[in-house]
């Protein structure tokens, strides 16, 4: 039994559930949320989960329409939206990698989509089969699966939710069509300055979708991400542009762009790579404890089960995977003209699939599914690829470098889709265990989520690489006219970082001088107990990018702790349960409005990107002048604040933020302060 109780609707009642009405809402959202997922990734490195924001805005579609939806339609429409968003998680970080080492010039959609279809139903097939041990028997926490419940059930009684999230996506877009469509803004500002012998520089990315993942994320990881930024631009590359002297450049922040853009990205790739191990190895016992729950065999014979214990039949599940595995082996053959290497690869797959299906769906139910460490798996998965690769296609059969690149990334980005997949099927098989939904339903809804996530990644991402390139890297290899400098082009850390990998080691084209100072760094943040992937993703990002979201995370730090000070009178260690409780209501809401901000943001990002490639530009139809770089900032702070007073409204009544913000700059400094003192100095 769970350790939540009874479900929300009993097994004894049998509501409307997988409708029509249900899967054609549900493939909107799940288009929606794909596309929009997919661009927030590529921009930003990381991606949120689309759950929450999907149930809301379920309930406000199916509830305006008709009046008669049940709780467990608004799951089953969440689920096939959130299927889609953690399956563009997983092409993101990996299919773009093709651009980067050149094998592509422009996304094939049929290969995206093949890729897409077997690794996310093969980390589907895989998932549904844990089900029973994961949540019913071990009655796993599954922290993001409760707190989709907690919206799904609100929705159900009534609340602020959804309307605050409308407005909140509202605004995003309105935000993303001024900056990205008309131009209003600079989408950036930055400076550098001459310095003591050498330069300085200050940038911010003027995004509100970056703003939000920070609030989401909170301080402490924000901080590290910003630390890494610091690192990389503050410390690192004046170092280099004084020791090695700096490169020719139109302007000094160019400067800096060159240097880190050469140099010191492989930096951030080095401590990435040392990272991923290290978090597997730290994660060693859970994975231990996952696998051998996941091996156990079920001997659960009985044949009148409830309502709410009815899973897909297993022997047809297992049967599937066996189907898909075959399916992958003739792809590889098809892909690579090698029937050894296309047998090999298969055959790995499918240990490692259900390798990390398991661990990616047990640690989603310890630390959450957007904490789980999927660029660390996939990492990990590319190291043991590029070995065997190396071995069968190289030693054995003397294939050439672009065959041998080629075969290392198919099998690398299937296993990364089939862990992004598995940890949100879980998280939603959670939620629907709450509400009390049909497990056989609400699994084939994630199916058609993953379906519907397949068909649509391939074109989004073609549209976003006809309109601002995916990667510098693959920018530089074929620029834009209207972009020569690649000014515009999205970043996609993941992939520029696993196409480093599999360059160097087959082409022997990777920074081993810098990778190896990342590994130093990796080590020491290690042996200092910080969270070496955070810091190591900002290394590999543009300082200006962490800004916002360091930004968003003391955002988020002042508003809880304004909730502690207006319950108790001061900020506690241990603050009382009704100061908790407020806290908790203040980041509910935080969390709704920046999940509005940057669906809005982000889907604006995927329409200004159709009118890019359709050859519309708002600016010049409507002769825009664009604002200089303070009245730029200017803009970007008056939505900042509208964010602020959004995400506040839900703090007890009577405090003064001035006053509450000068008390808890206070306390921060007092704790920084303690942090640092010798408290035993002999």
């Known amino acids: 039994m769970s350790d939540l109780g009874d479900p929300y609707i009993p097994a004894s009642e049998s509501p409307k559930e997988l409708t029509l009405r249900v899967v054609i809402v549900g493939v909107i959202l799940g288009v929606l949320m794909t596309a929009a997922n997919a661009y927030l990734g590529l921009y930003a490195g990381m991606t949120v989960s689309a759950s929450i924001p999907a149930a809301v805005m379920s309930m406000i579609i199916l509830r305006t329409a008709f009046n008669d939806v049940s709780i467990l339609e608004n799951n089953a ?165 004084l020791i090695r002297g700096w490169p020719p450049a139109p302007d000094l922040v160019s400067s800096f762009s060159i240097i880190w853009a050469s140099q010191i990205r492989y930096v951030g790739v080095g401590a990435m790579v040392v990272g991923g191990v290290y978090t597997l190895w730290s994660m060693r016992k859970t994975i231990i404890t996952g696998l051998s729950k996941a091996l156990v065999k079920n001997d659960d014979s009985s044949e009148n089960l409830l309502r709410t214990e009815i899973d897909l039949p297993l022997d047809k599940v297992l049967m599937f995977c066996g189907v898909l595995i075959v399916l992958t082996f003739l792809y590889y053959w098809w892909a690579t003209g090698s029937l050894i290497l296309a047998l090999a690869g298969a055959l790995f797959l499918g240990v490692v699939a259900f390798f990390f299906a398991a661990v990616a769906g047990y640690i989603a139910g310890v630390v959450g599914s957007s904490n789980s460490p999927v660029s660390g798996m996939t990492i990990a998965t590319l190291l043991f690829t590029v070995a065997l690769v190396w071995i069968v296609g190289d030693f054995f059969l003397g294939l050439g470098t672009s065959e041998l690149m080629l075969a290392t990334l198919l099998i690398a980005a299937i296993v990364a889709s089939s862990a992004a997949i598995a940890g949100d099927v879980m998280q939603d098989l959670k939620t629907g265990h709450m509400v009390g939904a049909t497990p056989w339903r609400q699994q084939t809804a994630e199916i058609i989520g993953v379906v519907t996530g397949a068909v649509i990644i391939g074109p989004t991402l073609q549209l976003l690489h006809n309109a601002f390139r995916i990667s510098k890297t693959a920018c530089e290899i074929n620029p834009l006219p209207s972009d020569p400098g690649c000014e515009k082009a999205l970043f996609a850390p993941q992939a520029e970082l696993i196409g480093a990998i599999v360059q160097g080691a087959f082409g022997g084209g990777l920074n081993i001088e810098m990778v190896l100072l990342g590994a130093v760094i990796a080590i020491v943040l290690i042996v200092l107990k910080m969270p070496v992937m955070s810091v190591a993703i900002g290394i590999y990002l543009p300082l200006a990018l962490s800004v916002p979201i360091m930004l968003g995370g003391i955002i988020s730090y002042f508003a809880l702790n304004s909730a502690y000070i207006r319950i108790d009178g001061s900020i506690k260690s241990n603050p009382s349960p009704a ?49 200089g770089d303070f009245f730029s900032l200017m803009f970007f702070g008056w939505f900042v604040a509208v964010f602020i007073w959004l995400a506040t409204r839900a703090l007890p009544k009577g405090g003064n933020l001035v006053t509450e913000s000068r008390m808890v700059v206070l306390d921060a400094s007092q704790k920084l302060f303690n942090a640092f003192k010798l408290k035993n100095l002999k």
């Open 77 to 241: 429409v969440q689920t096939m939206a959130s299927a889609g968003e953690s399956l563009a998680a997983g092409i993101i970080f990996t299919v773009p990698a093709f651009l980067v080492i050149g094998i592509w010039t422009e996304i094939q959609w049929l290969d995206t989509m093949i890729i897409a279809l077997l690794g996310g139903l093969l980390g589907t097939m895989f998932t549904i089969a844990l089900r029973r041990l994961f949540i019913v028997e071990e009655a796993l926490p599954y922290p993001e699966g409760v707190a989709c419940r907690e919206v799904l059930v609100a929705g159900e009684e009534g609340g602020e939710g959804a309307l605050a999230i409308l407005y909140a996506l509202g605004i995003g877009a309105i935000y993303g069509l001024m900056v990205k469509g008309f131009e209003v803004t600079h989408h950036k500002v930055e400076a550098a300055w001459e310095f003591i012998g050498t330069r300085v520089y200050a940038g911010m990315d003027l995004s509100i979708a970056l703003l939000s993942v920070g609030y989401i994320v909170g301080v402490r990881i924000a901080s590290f991400i910003f630390l890494g930024g610091v690192i990389g631009f503050a410390l690192l590359v004046p170092m280099y542009g």
């Open 579 to 627: 100061a908790k409780k407020a806290a908790k209501e203040v980041e509910n809401r935080g969390v709704l409005i920046g999940a509005g901000f940057i669906a809005g943001e982000s889907l604006l990002g995927v329409f200004i990107a159709l009118l890019i490639v359709s050859d519309i530009n708002l600016n010049e139809i409507f002769g825009v002048t664009t604002l």
